[in-house]
């Protein structure tokens, strides 16, 4: 890489650190940049703090091999990536201030011809608002930096492939920076680069997420309804998805995880008059949720009422998706956190066959609890739990993640 030497990434979390292995492994100079000490020393060491497939290996390389730094301080570059998380605050309005902190710690650093990009995901013109704020600090550089817009879109356990080989939207606020922008992508992603400006590239990683939120409530609204009509949502979808043009997702217990489940909220935000489906999916998505809290809390009772004695209620799957060890929004998490806040006196199996243990649930091997357990909630669909046999008429199996039809 001849123009680009040394690339600042701000943010060592599930995108920038491989980010900045991937970078780094193309030899060059890469200063990776946490506000957490603890990983930084871990990174520095050449280990990772995150669970993400390959990304051990690519990162204790990087670091061996002196191309990647890590460090609690920013330090001079050709390049500055902002790779910090963007929450969204109780009102659901998006939080953008991780954003305009790690700019805060780079403005002094930048200098004519440098390259600014954010990968963050932002609320539209998010992008334009940094480089007004950025020109107002440093107003001798006006119009001498190049400032872009580039969302990441992997998905979490395929992510070292995934930011090699998915095709980029990149957008810079004037030609010149998607460009620049344009040529620093190629240097180490395979997937085709496309080009367009800042707004539109913002208002493109929210529609993704916002389109996979809408159809995933099409398919759990679909599920609702097919409880009280008496038929088998699972073979509905399987039959309605052979019409050439139609394609149902699975409904679940729920949408979670730190994207889907956050970016449509910052369309809505924005939009509160004119985003009326994309609101409704959010809602219908988290109803989801509470839904089958109280479809097991019911079961609960109807058992007790006839059988005279309290259920064992085992939880299957305690992740925010299949076959991931990862926690964060969990609907299968609310959904024991709700259902155990109830009831003091039952027995409650919890089983979460991607973890070890868990901090305020004790967890039960899944075979146990499918043999001790008279209600069994399949909350997650992971692999393990397809080995399990199917009819079993002593016992109650309530299946929200389709584990028993796919
Ligand atoms: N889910 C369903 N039914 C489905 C598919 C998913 O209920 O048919 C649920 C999952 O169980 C989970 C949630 O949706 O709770 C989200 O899972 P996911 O696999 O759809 O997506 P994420 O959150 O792991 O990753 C998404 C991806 N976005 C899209 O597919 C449009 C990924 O490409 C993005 O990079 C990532 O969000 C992100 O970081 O924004």
Same mark, same amino acid.
């Given at each position: 890489?001849?123009?680009?030497? @040394? $690339? ?13 292995? &991937?970078?780094?492994? @193309?030899? +060059? ?9 603890? %990983? ?18 690519? #990162?204790? =390389?990087? $670091?061996?091999? !002196? ?15 902002? +790779? +910090? ?57 006006? =119009?001498? &930096?190049?400032?872009?817009? *580039?969302?990441?879109? /992997?998905?979490?356990?395929? /992510? ?8 980029? /939207?990149?957008?810079? #606020?004037?030609? @010149?920076?998607?460009? @620049? ?64 043009? /139609? ?7 729920? +949408?979670? !995880?730190? *994207? ?7 369309? %809505? ?14 809602? $219908? ?27 064992? %209620? ?25 259902? &155990? ?66």
């Amino acid at each position: 890489m001849t123009e680009l030497n @040394k $690339v600042t990434i701000l943010g060592l979390g599930y995108i920038g650190l491989p980010t900045a292995a &991937l970078i780094a492994g @193309k030899k +060059v100079k890469v200063n990776g940049v946490d506000i957490n000490e603890q %990983v930084v020393e871990t990174i520095n060491q050449g280990k990772i703090h995150i669970i993400e497939p390959d990304l051990d290996i690519a #990162v204790k =390389d990087a $670091v061996l091999s !002196g191309f990647l730094t890590a460090s609690t301080k920013a330090y001079e570059a050709d390049c500055y990536l902002i +790779v +910090v998380p963007t929450p969204f605050k109780e009102n659901h309005e998006p939080d953008i201030s991780f954003i305009y902190a790690a700019t805060e710690s780079i403005i002094s650093l930048l200098k004519p011809g440098d390259l600014y990009i954010i990968e963050s995901t932002s609320p539209v013109g998010t992008t334009e608002r940094i480089r007004d704020f950025i020109y107002e600090r440093r107003p001798e550089l006006k =119009d001498q &930096l190049f400032i872009a817009y *580039c969302p990441e879109r /992997v998905l979490p356990g395929n /992510v070292m492939f995934e930011l090699k080989h998915n095709d980029r /939207v990149i957008g810079g #606020v004037d030609e @010149k920076a998607t460009r @620049k922008a344009m040529r620093f992508y190629s240097y180490f992603v395979h997937g085709e680069l496309h080009a367009t400006n800042s707004r539109t590239a913002e208002m493109c990683k929210l529609t993704e997420n916002s389109s996979r939120d809408v159809q995933i409530a099409f398919a759990n609204e679909l599920s609702i309804i097919c409880d009280k009509a008496g038929i088998d949502v699972w073979e509905l979808i399987r039959l309605a998805n052979k019409h050439p043009r /139609v394609n149902i997702l699975q409904p679940g217990c729920g +949408v979670g !995880g730190h *994207c889907i489940a956050v970016d449509p909220w910052f369309i %809505v935000s924005d939009y509160p008059m004119e985003s009326k489906i994309i609101g409704n999916a959010r809602e $219908v998505n988290n109803y989801k949720s509470f839904w089958c809290a109280e479809k097991i809390q019911n079961m609960k009772l109807e058992f007790e009422l006839k059988n005279g004695r309290k259920p064992v %209620v085992a939880f299957m799957g305690l992740s925010f998706k299949a076959n991931i060890d990862d926690l964060r929004e969990s609907p299968a998490k609310y959904i024991v956190q709700r259902v &155990l806040q109830s009831d003091n006196n039952s027995e409650f199996l919890i089983v979460e066959p991607n973890i070890k243990e868990h901090a305020l649930y004790k967890l039960t091997n899944y075979q146990d609890a499918y043999q001790r357990a008279d209600i069994i909630a399949f909350l997650v669909a992971h692999n393990e739990f397809k080995s399990l046999p199917t009819a079993q008429p002593d016992k109650i199996i309530l299946d929200f993640c389709g584990i028993l039809n796919n």
